[in-house]
């Protein structure tokens, strides 16, 4: 099952449409940024962030999900209710979060 748009609307939302979450669309799913790197994503209707540990103490119930066969486990985010809670949580992950991989140039035509 695919995570409904409604769904990223609702998160965001949550973020209160605050500029430095951004989202990018991946096979049905949306990858959640924060700041330029990567904090999560949305998989099947549930918020999951990265286990970083900040991540870890930040969440009083530690809800390990798996995103997609093969992935790597995540923290499904349960507590959706409070104001501003995801944005604060991203903000307390952001130092212990790896920079972005830069992008690759593309290889020159030598004909």
Not at 61 to 69: M, V
Not at 84 to 111: C, I, Q, R
Request: glycine fraction near 6%; charged fraction near 25%.
């Amino acid at each position: 099952m695919a995570t409904s748009p409604d769904y990223l609307a609702f998160i965001l939302d949550l973020c209160q449409h605050d500029q430095r979450v951004t989202s990018r669309a991946m096979m049905g799913e949306y990858l959640l940024y924060y700041q330029g790197k990567l904090v999560g994503g949305l998989y099947d209707n549930r918020l999951l962030v990265k286990p970083v540990p900040v991540a870890l103490s930040y969440l009083a119930k530690q809800a390990q999900a798996i995103p997609y066969p093969g992935a790597k486990p995540m923290i499904e985010v349960e507590d959706l209710e409070r104001p501003g809670y995801v944005l604060d949580l991203f903000e307390a992950m952001w130092s212990e979060l790896p920079a972005p991989k830069p992008k690759k140039k593309p290889k020159e035509d030598k004909t």
